[in-house]
């Protein structure tokens, strides 16, 4: 086989391993020596340098030589676009022993000594005074959820179970039903009230996440807020659902 310089500066290839089952497409200079090159691949394929063994194939995977002179460079093999360098690993390691990575040993700290280090995201937060190591902000936070909660248990006393109403939510049109539950959920923060719809127009029978507030049929029930609930007289609406 005849060994011929080409002229264009980069190339890309596949990159295979003996170490793995994938393959990486890498563009490089045909002006690195061999040795370079391999130096290049440590971080590809895991291979440390002095272990590998280069193997060159055509597009069409045909075998065309071994890349095996160190000082030589790679434009001076016969490496076009679409090639593929296959790595050979000699230094023991196992296929797949570099894809697992539970086989890693991770790096562990404990909270104490994370908490002395200086360079962290921790420390950051705390020295920038950001996020939840912002005293004033979250003061301020918790009075107006704490506000927000006050109003809510102001609107929810107004309304009774039992009650008839009419939800007005954003973006949705008006839907009349009869209160079911008014009061705090495990579901969310906050005073909830429980409707039973006229019409299948709800979300859910009453209960939520295994939890039951309050009884009706799949699709009658509907959880919404003190503020978009409006209880007086609304008689009962046909919709026409169900001649759907």
Known sequence: MEVTGLSAPTVTVF?????NSFRSE????????????????ELVVGSPASCMELELYGA??????KLDQEDALLGSYPVDDGCRIHVIDHSGARLGEYEDVSKVEKYQISQEAYDQRQDS???FLKRSKLGRYNEEERAQQEAEATQRLNEEK???SAISVGSRCEVRA??????????????????????WIGVRYDEP????????????????????????KPSVVTVGDFPEEDYGLDEM
């Open 15 to 19: 990159i295979s391993s003996s170490l």
């Open 26 to 41: 890498k563009r490089y200079s045909r002006s690195l020596t061999i040795a370079e090159f391999k130096c290049k691949l």
């Open 60 to 65: 069409d995977d045909k075998f065309y030589s």
């Open 121 to 123: 995201i921790r420390s």
């Open 154 to 156: 102001t609107q929810a």
């Open 170 to 191: 954003p973006g949705q049109p008006p839907r009349r039903g009869t209160v079911m539950y008014v009061g705090l959920t495990d579901f969310k923060r906050g005073y």
């Open 201 to 224: 127009l709800g979300k859910n029978d009453g209960s939520v996440n295994g939890k039951r507030y309050f009884e009706c049929q799949a699709k009658y029930g509907a959880f919404v």
